[in-house]
């Protein structure tokens, strides 16, 4: 089993960030530097930023504050963080009136592929069989699994994961742990955001619990717009 | 750009599948235009009168309603994120969604208009400039319903709010294209000028509602 | 961070409450010069007779519905450009402000125009553009009600304010374009330079003393909405504080 690309120097690096949803600030000061091979669980109770924090990283949201570079080396090394990364599980971005191979021909595409072959990529995930099959008649698992064969046809060095394995049974999570561990061997970065430990080697653990914006007694380590609008001078 | 093609190849492909909903619009437009006719009375001298105005009412709702979900499936099933995961802007995506809307949806609306237009008794050369009207004026419908398509993915259920808020601006392209249309039946009428009026109020809304969509989609994910 | 230290909302509390008493006084003293004016020194119109009357209130509303619509625009690109929250509570306070205007400035309009017209409306170019400006101007209202969280609808808002600034001048040129197509045989305009100067002193007098009331009421529904984003807050605070203490409570059953 092997993912033929290598990534160079993939590195994410993160400093003092401060995260918030709406108007409340999540987390704040928190300081990361991610290298080719790494693997983080995010972990943390509900609502403390982990789904954030991955869009934060994918470019889909703006920091409030802090410092976010998403990098690497060789031909893609000017791309936007947004051409760097693969954001994976929780939806799967599948129409379900297109077939499987449409779906992902489309992704190819768009996204520009050079890595495995649909049907390749599928056979990996053991959803091989399914590949001329409209997506709408295709399990929970199934999907899931389909979704992240998008991550093996149009290569990127960093994987942003949401519960990549909640729709997936044991032997599915087996398969998809062995193709995380591939996208690592060459260089690849992964963050998972997960509630359940994942079965791989050297992993690092990011408890978002850890960099609080709101201390235990209520204080706030960073301003928010909340606490913005408390500013005011009472009624 | 093979990114961009891609995408539009996508929508219009989608469209003309089930679910797709790609001649909703026209079918709701036949209906509007077949109404009407009930409401004013079968007078062929009043109807080719107003003909051009009910056409372009109808071609205007059908194009503002159906243009709802321009963004909502992406949004549920959560390929509008995965759309943004390339380097290029935005504004790209919105571009080409909207291309493959009007391809999907506004096209076979200009298609079938010469043959409505005869149950609405109008002339030849009313039919020709109404057709033509259409075809350069529904982009811009559709470039500003695009703005109301972001609004709705930010509101959830926006379907109302965004027609309150579109249909206004709508305006100036229903004003231009009905006059030109009219040109065309009332002798002294030009019909240059509202032509191309209308043209460079369509290349004014592209810029606009795209824009516009834009900055709104990101503000409503971010 | 920096720019929301920027204006904090008690110098702004602090800032408007020391002003807006003199913007209300000097409001209504220049607006009592400028009636006593319009009613008492002014000549009644030749063909209109006193009807003309309306005009100095009309045509004061006229202008500052669109002041108050450029102001959103302004306070818009605050929004969006500068991320100042301060942008955010002056659009929101103009919205109602600038419709009001607009609809004051449409029904006297309509008051004008009946014995003018022998009708309540007539879709002059004028009044139909106002009309529309009225019907964004309710859009954008119900744009503020439709989104709970602050922060996003004030950018969602910012930016349909300014898809609405460059729209209005072309909606503006299309109606007059319309309207000339369409000309009806009498046509009645109050424009022009050959405005009496007895009634031009107090229409301009009048137009002072409505722009000095209206910053009066901007600056008062600035004081509401910060007022109501700070209870918005202290709500927010006040149900995190509640959660940890319930952990506690479910124990009842047994007594």
């Known amino acids: 089993m092997k993912v033929c690309t290598v990534w160079v120097e993939a590195r994410v690096k993160i400093k003092e960030l401060a995260l918030s949803r709406g108007e409340r600030a999540l987390v704040a000061g928190l300081s990361l530097t991610l290298v080719g091979g790494d693997a983080v669980a995010l972990v943390g109770p509900n609502g403390s930023g982990k789904t954030s924090l991955l869009r934060v990283l994918a470019g889909l949201a703006e920091p409030t504050a802090g410092d976010l570079t998403v990098s690497m080396q060789g031909a893609d090394a000017d791309l936007p963080r947004n051409a760097l990364v693969h954001l994976g599980g929780h939806q799967d971005g599948l129409k379900g009136a297109l077939t499987v191979r449409d779906n992902l021909e489309f992704w190819i595409a768009y996204f520009g592929g050079a890595g495995l072959s649909i049907s390749k990529a599928l056979d990996q995930l053991g959803v091989g069989h399914l590949v001329d099959l409209p997506a709408a008649i295709l399990s929970q698992g199934q999907k899931r699994r389909v979704a992240l064969a998008r991550l093996l046809v149009a290569p990127r060095p960093i994987w942003l994961l949401d519960e990549p394995t909640a729709a997936l049974d044991t032997a599915s999570t087996a398969r998809f742990l062995t193709l995380v561990e591939a996208h690592r061997r060459a260089g690849g970065i992964v963050v998972a955001a997960t509630h359940t430990s994942l079965d791989l080697s050297n992993l690092k653990t990011l408890d978002l619990g850890d960099y609080p914006a709101h201390r235990q007694d209520g204080e706030q380590t960073v301003k928010d717009a909340e606490s913005y609008w408390l500013e005011s001078e009472p009624l | ?222 | 961070m920096g720019i929301l230290d920027y204006a904090n909302p008690t110098r702004v509390l602090r800032f408007s409450r020391a002003v807006k008493p003199w913007f209300l006084g000097l409001g209504l003293i220049t607006l009592a010069v400028g009636l006593y004016g319009a009613f008492f020194t002014a000549p009644a119109d030749y063909q209109q007779g006193e009807t003309i009357r309306i005009m100095y209130l009309h045509v004061p509303m006229a202008w500052l519905a669109m002041m108050a619509y450029s102001m959103m625009a302004l306070s818009a690109i605050g929004t969006l450009g500068f991320k100042h929250p301060m942008a955010d509570v002056s659009a929101k306070a103009l919205a109602p402000i600038g419709a009001t205007f607009t609809a004051i400035c449409l029904i006297t309009g309509s008051l004008w125009g009946k014995p003018m017209w022998n009708t309540w409306w007539v879709w002059d170019a004028r009044l139909t553009s106002v009309l529309i400006l009225f019907l964004v101007y309710l859009g954008i209202i119900a744009l503020w009600q439709a989104i709970e969280e602050p922060i996003k609808a004030g950018k969602v808002t910012a930016i349909i304010t300014l898809v609405g600034a460059i729209n209005l001048p072309i909606i503006k040129f299309s109606v007059d374009w319309w309207y000339t197509l369409h000309q009806p045989a009498s046509v009645f305009r109050v424009d022009g330079p050959t405005i009496y100067p007895a009634m031009l002193y107090p229409l301009l007098i009048c137009a002072v003393g409505f722009t000095l009331v209206f910053f009066y009421l901007h600056f008062a529904a600035m004081e509401n909405e910060l007022k109501r984003r700070r209870i918005r807050a202290m709500q927010m605070r006040a149900a995190r504080r509640v959660a940890p203490e319930q952990t506690t409570l479910p124990q009842g059953s047994t007594a």
Not at chain 2, 50 to 55: E, F, H, L, R, V
């Open chain 2, 1 to 222: 750009m093979s990114a961009f093609r891609a995408l539009i190849a996508r929508d219009v492909r989608l469209a003309t599948r089930v679910g797709g909903g790609a001649l909703t619009g026209t079918l709701f437009f036949l209906a509007v235009i077949v109404t009407i006719p009930f409401g004013v009375g079968p007078d062929l001298n009043l109807l080719s009168r107003i003909g051009p105005a009910i056409m372009w009412i109808g071609a205007l709702l059908a194009t503002l309603i159906g243009l709802e979900r321009l963004f909502q499936s992406d949004k549920d099933d959560g390929a509008l994120d995965l759309l943004r995961l390339t380097d290029s802007p935005v504004s790209n995506f919105v571009i080409a969604k909207v291309i493959a809307h009007w391809l999907g949806s506004s096209l076979p609306l200009v298609l079938v208009t010469p043959l409505l237009s005869l149950l609405l008794a109008l002339e030849p050369r009313a039919i020709l400039a109404l057709t033509a009207t259409l075809a350069v004026g529904t982009p811009a419908l559709s470039f500003l319903g695009a703005v109301g398509a972001a609004l709705a993915v930010t509101l959830r259920r926006g379907a109302l709010l965004m027609a309150v808020i579109i249909l206004p601006f709508s305006i100036p392209v229903l004003i231009f294209g009905v006059a030109a249309t009219r040109a065309a039946i009332v002798d002294p009428d030009p019909f240059w000028p509202p032509f191309a009026l209308l043209t460079a109020t369509s290349l004014i809304y592209a810029v606009i509602g795209t824009l516009g969509a834009a900055a709104t989609l990101k503000i409503g994910d971010g």
